[in-house]
Each structure stands twice: as structure tokens, then as C-alpha cells.
């Protein structure tokens, strides 16, 4: 079956554009969450959803940063007025439920490089 | 707060050799821990969890990892190693909530 899915695969902005990233989880998968990676550093936690609502937004660094999940299927992070440190790999995984023992499926990232 | 170190940012062994890719965690709760593989250009791949019960645990592609909570480590280990293998490691805990905390990763090189 298919996994999770990023798109774009890669997206190139100038500094103080706006992006949206999308995320298409694995079908009836009710927990989706959004991590970033930085070069030479693990996945850092950004934001998870269950269902509709997001349950855990303390990952975000700042309110140029915002994800929705409107329908409780595909979400989309949104990041204004991008600066260069926001340059990274932006990761989405999606698991059946938020239990802490359930496997999360990652998807291959979105490398956004901020000029 | 939880949080993971892995000792080694790079390891290098030769072909057939022991793999052994250290991981120590903090955790206030008893952790779940797990093991996930990152190759090339491709999304993180779950190798292996510890959530309860048996303290040795197995994994795909020939790798298990031990659980020991007297050392707080999780260490990866596989017997032999294939060129195949070659990757990045990422040992992580699992917070309340499921969301994960990563360690920095271990790039592992097999030499021929």
C-alpha cells in the first residue's frame, strides 16, 4: 500500500516568501505529526495532530509557523516571512493512534532551502 | 524533559564485522525506545522498538538492541556486518503523546 507522501519533494524560496508543505498520511491513520531535521542533527519535533485538532503544537518555534489538518487526512505546514535558518528537511510521519507504542511511518521530507 | 545521546557520530567497520552503535537515554517514565534507519534520499525506516516485556529486542535485517535500565542505553547491535547496512542510525524515545525525540544519528560505513 502507500506510505506517506511529501510535496514538494524539494522547494527553493528566497527570504520573507511564504511556503506550504503537504503531507498525505497512510490511509486511516488517525495521528500525523511534523518534525524538522537540520543538517548533522536528528529529526526535532514540531507538531502532531489527532484527527482534525492539533494536540501538541510546542514544537513550533515561533508564530511564523502553522500546520493545519483540516479534515483530519492531509495536513499542511505553513511558514511566513522565511528566514535562512528555517533551511532544513521537513519530515511528516503518521501513526494508527497517538499510543506511544505504535510504530510512526515517515515520509522522505521536504528539503526547503531558503536563499 | 527526555532526551537521547549517541555516542559516535561516525562508525566505520569492515564487512562481517560486529556492528555495535551505542545509545543512552533520560527518561523521568519508563521509556519506549526505538531504533529507526535513514538511507539515501529515503524517509526514516523503523529497525526495531522496545515498549515492554523481553529486554532483547529483534529487529529487521538482523539487528536487535537491549534494553538495559540499570545503564539507561539501548545499544543497536548486529553480528556481521553488510555493505547494505551502510546508513544513518537514529536511536529515539518516545514522550508521552508519541511524539519522538531523536538522538543526533550514527553514520555507519562498511568497508569492503
Known amino acids: 500500500g502507500a506510505g506517506v507522501s511529501q510535496t514538494p519533494s524539494n522547494k527553493v524560496t528566497e527570504k520573507g516568501k511564504y511556503v506550504e508543505l503537504r503531507c498525505d498520511p497512510i490511509s486511516g491513520h488517525t495521528a500525523l505529526y511534523w518534525y524538522r531535521q537540520s543538517l548533522g542533527q536528528g529529526p526535532e519535533f514540531l507538531i502532531y495532530?489527532?484527527?482534525?485538532?492539533?494536540?501538541?503544537d510546542s514544537g513550533l518555534p515561533n508564530d511564523r509557523f502553522f500546520a493545519v489538518r483540516p479534515e483530519g487526512s492531509v495536513s499542511t505546514l505553513k511558514i511566513q516571512r522565511t528566514e535562512r535558518g528555517d533551511s532544513a528537511v521537513y519530515l511528516c510521519?503518521?501513526?494508527?493512534?497517538?499510543?506511544?507504542?505504535?510504530?510512526?511511518?515517515f515520509g522522505p521530507g521536504t528539503r526547503l532551502t531558503v536563499l | 524533559a527526555q532526551s537521547v545521546t549517541q555516542l559516535g557520530s561516525h562508525v566505520s567497520v569492515s564487512e562481517g564485522a560486529l556492528v555495535l552503535l551505542r545509545c543512552n537515554y533520560s527518561s523521568s517514565v519508563p521509556p519506549y525506545l526505538f531504533w529507526y534507519v535513514q538511507y539515501p534520499n529515503q524517509g526514516l525506516q523503523l529497525l526495531l522498538k522496545y515498549t515492554t516485556g523481553a529486554t532483547l529486542v529483534k529487529g529487521i535485517n538482523g539487528f536487535e538492541a537491549e534494553f538495559k535500565k540499570s545503564e539507561t542505553s539501548f545499544h543497536l547491535t548486529k553480528p556481521s556486518a553488510h555493505m547494505s547496512d551502510a546508513a544513518e542510525y537514529f536511536c529515539?524515545?518516545?514522550?508521552?503523546?508519541?511524539?519522538?525525540?531523536f538522538g543526533a544519528g550514527t553514520i555507519l560505513r562498511v568497508k569492503s
Open positions: 529515539a524515545v518516545s514522550e508521552k503523546g508519541n511524539k519522538l525525540v
Open positions: 495532530f489527532q484527527g482534525t485538532g492539533a494536540a501538541d
Open positions: 510521519a503518521s501513526s494508527l493512534d497517538r499510543s506511544s507504542y505504535n510504530e510512526q511511518f
